[in-house]
């Protein structure tokens, strides 16, 4: 399988719960909906009420996003791993809108790869970020990173993307 179909597989995989613009969709003010240099961004908003009784009894809001950017490449280098991790979490970090019902926004890069060259398999689990806001009270961030690398099958991942390993092994196993 190739990085195209892999690419693909993963887009319709999120589109069932995720929204997904892809590069060159525009805003009404004609700005691009997703940042350079990604070929997709997909974004799922989880937003819950707490209430007692009835909701204008309301006693918390409970609100989780993501925000997952994708990119396909011929070849993966550590420079350009480095610009995507730096521009996916800035990018992301960006939209984090928090307040005292914000629970979490998270961050996510998806990159695949026809071939990694020497260094990406060291870099990947060195990649960590998170945030938290007035000490956790305004929830937190955390960034989760998976690299594909096509030819091979080869999956790997920071710490915190371990728990996207099963599902990106069975969108690319279909």
Not at 13 to 37: C, F, H, L, Q, S
Request: with cysteine; charged share 30%.
């Amino acid at each position: 399988m190739d990085k195209e179909e892999i690419f693909e597989k993963l887009i319709d995989a999120y589109a069932g719960y995720y929204n997904i613009e892809r590069a060159g969709d525009k805003t009404e003010e004609g700005r691009d909906k997703v940042p350079e240099p990604f070929d997709a961004l997909g974004f799922l908003a989880n937003e819950a009420q707490q209430y007692f009784l009835v909701k204008a009894a309301g006693i918390a809001d409970v609100n989780s996003y993501e925000y997952v950017y994708f990119k396909k490449c011929r070849s993966l280098d550590p420079d350009m791993l480095q610009e995507l991790d730096r521009t996916a979490w800035e990018d992301g970090i960006s939209r984090v809108r928090p307040y005292s019902g914000h629970k979490n926004t998270d961050v996510a890069l998806i990159v695949t790869a026809d071939e990694l060259t020497s260094g990406v398999r060291e870099a990947v689990p060195a990649y960590r970020h998170s945030k938290n806001y007035k000490l956790g009270l305004y929830g937190f961030s955390n960034y989760r990173l998976v690299v594909i690398e096509a030819r091979s099958g080869l999956i790997l991942t920071n710490r915190r993307g371990k728990d996207l390993r099963d599902f990106v092994t069975h969108i690319t196993n279909k």
